[in-house]
């Protein structure tokens, strides 16, 4: 069973910054891409940063040039440092990961269950 989990959620004030990171643990063959994304209260999910399994980076417009996601392959762990976090950037961040379970099976989407971020003086 593939599980995700996130880290490194908390309260922030207005200019501060964060790191969330994401773990995934089970038996699996091999990782594709790591995203992150995030959902504010009554708001929709939304894309906020990915990296595929050669290191491209792409980001959501309202987090360029703040963010910045890596990843450490050999500890299947994605993370988002997050910079100049405003109170528009509190959501619960959620990581995605495309996880092929075998050799020859299809890549499938692995959720984790998220990580409250509060921007607020």
């Known amino acids: 069973q593939v599980q995700l989990v996130e880290s490194g959620g908390g309260l922030v004030q207005p200019g501060g910054s964060l790191r969330l990171s994401c773990v995934a643990s089970g038996k699996f063959y091999s990782i594709f891409d790591m995203d992150w994304y995030r959902q504010a209260p009554g708001g929709e999910r939304e894309f906020v940063a990915s990296?595929?399994?050669?290191?491209?980076?792409m980001y959501g417009d309202k987090v360029k040039g703040r963010f910045l996601v890596s990843r450490d392959s050999t500890k299947n762990t994605v993370h988002l440092q997050m910079h100049s976090l405003q109170p528009e950037d509190t959501a619960v961040y959620y990581c995605?990961?495309?996880?092929?379970?075998?050799?020859?099976?299809?890549?499938?989407?692995?959720w984790g269950q998220g990580t409250q971020v509060t921007v607020s003086s």
């Open positions: 990296i595929s399994s050669i290191e491209k980076t």
């Open positions: 995605r990961m495309e996880i092929r379970l075998t050799i020859t099976s299809i890549e499938n989407d692995y």
